[in-house]
């Protein structure tokens, strides 16, 4: 009976043994951080205007005038390009904000310049080197940014195309990415 009573007892203690692990926590705990980095606001300044200077229009048919974003103006299709008035320039911004950062630059593809209810429509062009949209600031974390770029563009002048001053304006914008 001693055997019997011992071989209870062992039987009893493993599996109180084999139980325990199962009796977990009712809690648990960690530790967590927090973090921020702080940077410098975006700001965006032009430096110049695009300018096409003064042309004269084609007799017949029609060309174009075109500023390249390095800031050389050509002709073509019978315009003719004239010394006289605005001297012809890319238009130059300079975005600055901290350095090392990824932004987006926004120009837009075309905009429109009048003369009263006369309309000529420019197309953009611009020097910035990659996709507009992943641009990076010079410079490194905690330093200030730049990042200087420039925009021409091609405008059409036809036979018929009204004389007189033409004027637009257009929006560049940048945003950290």
């Not at 071989?7 to 927090?34: D, E, H, R, W, Y």
């Not at 075109?66 to 050389?72: L, R």
């Not at 990076?136 to 036809?158: E, I, K």
Request: glycine share 12%; charged share 5%; aromatic share 4%.
């Amino acid at each position: 009976m001693s055997k019997l009573v011992a071989a209870a007892a062992f039987a009893v203690l493993s599996s109180a043994a084999i139980a325990a692990p199962a009796m977990a926590q009712s809690t648990a705990s960690t530790t967590g951080t927090g973090s921020i980095t702080v940077i410098r606001p975006l700001t965006i300044t032009k430096n110049a205007d695009l300018k096409f200077g003064t042309v004269v229009r084609p007799s017949t048919a029609a060309g174009s005038v075109v500023v390249s974003a390095a800031g050389a103006r050509t002709v073509s299709g019978g315009v003719v390009a004239l010394a006289s008035g605005d001297t012809p320039q890319a238009a130059q911004f300079t975005v600055d904000g901290e350095g090392g950062q990824s932004i987006s630059v926004t120009i837009p593809a075309t905009f429109t310049m009048a003369n009263g209810v006369d309309s000529l429509t420019v197309t953009t062009t611009n020097n910035l080197a990659g996709s507009a949209g992943a641009q990076t600031l010079s410079n490194a974390l905690g330093s200030a940014g730049t990042l200087s770029f420039r925009v021409g563009g091609s405008v059409p002048v036809a036979s018929t195309t009204n004389t007189g001053a033409y004027t637009g304006t257009f929006t560049v914008s940048a945003a950290y990415n």
